[in-house]
């Protein structure tokens, strides 16, 4: 088990828990992003597409039957994202699929071709357009090297700025994958301004999930690509037995947001009690709850949970959490290195895993809610229990993840 400590978790007291959410949810959604956006289709399209791709198969959903029996619940899942594609984080979802629906409708546009597919433009057909474009983002580490991987991948090119804090290890991944990488000496919100700017001035796409994006288009490409996430668990439970719970990580908030929207049309009437979970040290989405409106953290948001390293939710994103979300909760950083270190060697009896900073952080944010029976009441945590949590990352570090956990990822591997 994790060492008990500190953390912070506020109820949302303007929740809608109404079996009406997931389509009130689809339509505030659509409405942040524009009345063009058609959220079903873009859903369908988005898992139609990715289970096209080259080495695309389902990521493995995680029974941790032990720590479920030591903790008394029925079940814990962890959805292990760290197999993704070889980028070792859920992002290629997202962005990914946002820069292959950048470079098929420039694509379209520039060649006549109608209703282009990822296949299409793996073909390499079409490459004398796809060149032509540039598509940037700003990040700390997962979703850079998600749209890094997407360029080469779809054959456009990619320039991504980069936080201060960021480790060398993935800008160097970046690199690897054809991109040009510019630092800013600022954090997220500093990098991601300064993409702005250079994509106004050059053309580029910006591919993000809020509103920093080129056009809303990108980031409802960027949130649908997460719905083929949920999609794939909710095809691994049995008919009936929907999580009652589900803890899910955020930075900007689009993860948490899709899955939120998806958990209310899949099962609306037995809808799983959301819970956030943020770095306290860039709690963005627990203080507007708590404020009832947006709030902006500022400051250098040093985590060792990099990926969860932003200070402003997206407004996509809040269009759904501000009644979607049952809870927002901030956990430490020792949290996040003590389920990392659990999960490596674990003892309970489960299978080990190898999990990143940031993808630990929904886990360690439940593991710490079941330790404390006060918490428990509050989020209706009984004995009958089905918990998911989403494991966004792997080792995308493994200098960091050897620092942090004392074995090597291969280490960890030779165990299960």
């Known amino acids: 088990m994790i060492p008990l400590s500190s953390f912070r978790i506020v109820p949302n007291t303007t929740v809608d828990r109404s079996l009406t959410f997931g389509e009130s949810a689809v339509r505030a959604l659509e409405g942040a992003l524009g009345d063009e956006i058609d959220l079903r289709t873009s859903f369908r399209i988005a898992r139609s597409e990715i289970t096209t791709w080259p080495d695309y198969c389902p990521t493995p959903l995680v029974e941790m039957s032990g720590l479920a029996r030591d903790l008394g619940v029925q079940q814990l899942l962890y959805k292990d994202e760290g197999w993704r594609f070889g980028l070792s984080s859920f992002k290629a979802m997202g962005g990914g699929y946002a820069v292959s629906r950048i470079v098929a409708r420039y694509a379209m546009e520039s060649t006549h071709a109608a209703n282009m597919t990822s296949k299409d433009l ?61 630092r800013s000496q600022g954090n997220h919100e500093d990098a991601a301004a300064e993409c702005r700017a250079a994509a106004s001035e050059r053309g580029w796409f910006v591919v993000s999930e809020t509103e920093n994006a080129t056009e809303p288009a990108i980031a409802a490409d960027t949130l649908a690509g997460y719905a083929t996430i949920m999609s794939e668990v909710a095809k691994r439970l049995p008919s009936g037995e929907p999580p009652t719970h589900v803890f899910v990580q955020a930075g900007v908030g689009g993860l948490a947001a899709t899955s939120a929207v998806f958990c209310g049309l899949q099962w609306p009437q037995e809808r799983p009690r959301l819970v956030v979970v943020e770095s306290d040290q860039a709690d963005c989405i627990l203080r507007s709850i708590e404020a009832g409106e947006p709030i902006t953290v500022t400051g250098d948001l040093d985590t060792v949970m990099a990926g969860l390293a932003a200070g402003e939710v997206s407004s996509y994103a809040w269009s759904i959490l501000r009644t979607g979300a049952d809870y927002a909760m901030a956990i430490p950083d020792e949290a996040a290195v003590a389920t990392m270190q659990l999960l490596a060697t674990p003892q309970s009896g489960d299978t080990p895993v190898v999990a990143g900073e940031s993808g630990v952080a929904s886990l360690a944010a439940a593991l710490l809610v079941l330790q404390n029976n006060a918490v428990r009441e509050q989020l209706g945590i009984t004995r009958a229990a089905r918990i998911l949590t989403i494991g966004t990352e792997g080792a995308t570090d493994p200098e960091v993840y050897r620092r942090l956990v004392g074995l090597s990822p291969e280490e960890v591997m030779r165990r299960t």
């Open 122 to 182: 793996l073909s390499g057909r079409y490459s004398s357009a796809t060149s032509q474009v540039t598509v940037t983002c700003a990040t700390d580490g997962n979703h850079g090297r998600s749209v890094a991987w997407a360029a080469r991948e779809f054959g456009c090119k990619s320039v991504i700025y980069m936080a201060s804090i960021v480790s060398p290890f993935r800008e160097q991944a970046m690199i690897s994958l054809g991109a040009e990488v510019v």
